[in-house]
């Protein structure tokens, strides 16, 4: 892989994580100055010592001066070997992104915490299957406000009807749950045990 689009994580100013970015990236907004004080960059580099802990914020003019160690990932330049950080920090965007969830199989499940929307019953995975309240046939649309998971058999028993004309009684509110912040989705990387204080996954 060519460094430059090797990853590095994204903190916004109160070190929560955003996401993953390239190196390349990292390196734009470690040089880009501040629209209100361009004496400033849009991001500082986090400076992490050999037992992984963080030292603290690095300023890019700092940051370039500091001697590449064993085992970092370095950029070379005519000049120099310049030090890739893992970790950076935004030094205005204090936001945290956030995602609603797609409507799948998986999210179903923790939405209902694993039970069926009809009776309650702890659902097996394999035995489950999404169900529309409203069928397909009448005009049921595939979202989370018509949707949800049940066992095979009720979705068989079912049918086309509705949930009542089969003595069947949803259980569960439909609907969709709260968006989630965009980190979610981050995975730990054991390259970079320093992430592990931000990346709970």
């Given at each position: 892989?060519?460094?430059?689009?090797?990853?590095?994580?994204?903190?916004?100013?109160?070190?929560?994580?955003?996401?993953?970015?390239?190196?390349?990236?990292?390196?734009?907004?470690?040089?880009?100055?501040?629209?209100?004080?361009?004496?400033?960059?849009?991001?500082?580099?986090?400076?992490?010592?050999?037992?992984?802990?963080?030292?603290?914020?690095?300023?890019?003019?700092?940051?370039?001066?500091?001697?590449?160690?064993?085992?970092?990932?370095?950029?070379?330049?005519?000049?120099?070997?310049?030090?890739?950080?893992?970790?950076?920090?935004?030094?205005?965007?204090?936001?945290?992104?956030?995602?609603s969830p797609h409507l799948t199989k998986s999210n179903l499940w923790e939405k209902q915490k694993g039970k069926?929307?009809?009776?309650?019953?702890?659902?097996?995975?394999?035995?489950?299957?999404?169900?529309?309240?409203?069928?397909?046939?009448?005009?049921?649309?595939?979202?989370?406000?018509?949707?949800?998971?049940?066992?095979?058999?009720?979705?068989?028993?079912?049918?086309?009807?509705?949930?009542?004309?089969?003595?069947?009684?949803?259980?569960?509110?439909?609907?969709?749950?709260?968006?989630?912040?965009?980190?979610?989705?981050?995975?730990?990387?054991?390259?970079?045990?320093?992430?592990?204080?931000?990346?709970?996954?």
């Amino acid at each position: 892989m060519n460094i430059l689009d090797d990853k590095v994580l994204l903190l916004n100013r109160i070190m929560q994580p955003l996401r993953l970015i390239s190196v390349r990236r990292a390196f734009f907004l470690l040089t880009k100055p501040r629209r209100k004080n361009p004496s400033m960059k849009v991001a500082t580099a986090l400076e992490i010592d050999e037992n992984h802990e963080i030292v603290g914020p690095v300023h890019w003019e700092d940051w370039v001066s500091l001697p590449p160690r064993e085992g970092d990932r370095v950029i070379a330049t005519a000049r120099q070997q310049i030090r890739v950080p893992s970790i950076i920090v935004l030094s205005d965007y204090d936001r945290v992104p956030v995602v609603s969830p797609h409507l799948t199989k998986s999210n179903l499940w923790e939405k209902q915490k694993g039970k069926d929307m009809y009776t309650l019953e702890e659902l097996s995975w394999d035995d489950c299957d999404i169900d529309h309240v409203v069928a397909r046939s009448k005009g049921g649309k595939t979202d989370w406000s018509n949707c949800g998971l049940t066992r095979i058999a009720y979705n068989r028993k079912k049918g086309d009807r509705a949930p009542h004309e089969v003595g069947l009684q949803l259980r569960i509110p439909l609907g969709a749950p709260k968006p989630k912040p965009l980190a979610v989705r981050l995975r730990r990387d054991p390259r970079f045990p320093e992430w592990d204080a931000f990346i709970r996954n």
